[in-house]
């Protein structure tokens, strides 16, 4: 199994955490010559994690839950392997509402998950649409990108 050989598996409703999952990859690829497989559970909901040394899991929020698949994919064995979380809810991309989200959807559900131990996590904003339209938009692409920087330079290291 080769370091650099990273998976991210995400779930999203909006198309945040996709686009979420894209960045980080791309700045694995680019910065880092990480190899990257991108799955979406809802695609692929059991991928084969044997063949990967990093295993980064996203998820959205909606109605203050993780999505179903993401949820699931937690009950996985990653011993050996380097996880990291990330999801995008609006609250996250809210300064006023971020530490709040890290708590509420980072540090409360990974303790129904003790095997889980994250080497990195992030919360990031999300996009909330009604009828087709965008009601609210957190989203920025650039703290993304650093936050997958800084996770990159931490796998490199580990």
Same mark, same amino acid.
């Given at each position: 199994? !080769?370091?650099? !050989? +990273?998976? =991210?598996?995400?779930? +999203? /409703?909006?198309?945040? +955490? ?5 960045? =980080? ?7 880092? &010559?990480?190899?990257?497989?991108? *799955? ?20 959205? =929020?909606?109605?203050? /839950?993780?999505? &179903? ?14 996880? *990291?979380?990330?999801?995008?809810? $609006? ?16 540090? !409360? ?26 009601? +609210?938009?957190? $989203? ?5 990108? *650093? ?12």
């Amino acid at each position: 199994m !080769n370091e650099k !050989n +990273t998976i =991210i598996v995400y779930e +999203t /409703r909006s198309g945040v +955490t996709g686009e979420s999952a894209n960045i =980080i990859a791309k700045v694995l690829r680019e910065k880092y &010559g990480f190899s990257v497989d991108v *799955v979406n559970l809802k695609e692929q909901s059991k991928p084969k994690l044997s063949e990967y040394e990093n295993v980064f899991i996203g998820s959205g =929020i909606r109605m203050g /839950r993780w999505y &179903g698949k993401s949820k699931k994919f937690l009950k996985n064995n990653f011993e050996g392997k380097n996880v *990291v979380i990330f999801l995008s809810a $609006c609250s996250a991309g809210d300064p006023k509402g971020h530490d709040e989200a890290v708590t509420k959807y980072l540090d !409360n559900v990974l303790a129904k998950y003790p095997h889980v131990k994250p080497v990195a996590m992030g919360a990031f904003g999300g996009r909330m649409k009604m009828f087709g339209k965008v009601q +609210t938009d957190t $989203c920025d692409p650039d703290k993304v990108r *650093v936050w997958a920087e800084e996770v990159g330079k931490k796998l490199v290291r580990s």
